[in-house]
């Protein structure tokens, strides 16, 4: 539910960081993720993404996992011609 959803914003980095105020380093587990790359504007079709990416594991009978779900954003949608994102949704599963 949506309650639970949580949220953090991260950057990828090469080396090990110090963790500062409210900066925290977070290693992703690994494993299997089920991963769709989308080109999206902002807004709704964020959920619609999400809900086909839900519907993609389940009728592919893979089993959801616990960890980090993610979306992974490959530019900034004020560059793309359209002012989409290009984004992947990575969602772990056994």
Same mark, same amino acid.
């Given at each position: 539910?949506?309650?639970?959803?949580?949220?953090?914003?991260c950057?990828?980095? $090469? $080396?090990?960081?110090?963790?500062?105020?409210?900066?925290? +380093?977070?290693?992703? +587990?690994?494993?299997r993720?089920?991963?769709?790359?989308?080109?999206?504007?902002?807004?709704?079709?964020? #959920?619609?993404?999400?809900?086909?990416m839900?519907?993609?594991?389940?009728?592919? $009978?893979?089993?959801?996992? $616990?960890?980090?779900?993610?979306?992974?954003?490959?530019?900034?949608?004020?560059?793309?011609?359209?002012? #989409?994102?290009?984004?992947?949704?990575?969602?772990?599963?056994?």
């Amino acid at each position: 539910s949506m309650e639970k959803v949580r949220h953090a914003e991260c950057i990828t980095v $090469d $080396d090990r960081i110090k963790a500062v105020g409210d900066i925290t +380093p977070v290693i992703n +587990p690994k494993g299997r993720y089920a991963v769709g790359r989308f080109e999206i504007p902002p807004g709704d079709e964020f #959920k619609k993404a999400w809900e086909g990416m839900y519907s993609a594991v389940i009728e592919n $009978d893979y089993k959801f996992r $616990d960890g980090g779900y993610m979306e992974i954003f490959h530019n900034d949608c004020r560059d793309h011609p359209e002012k #989409k994102f290009i984004v992947d949704i990575c969602i772990p599963i056994e």
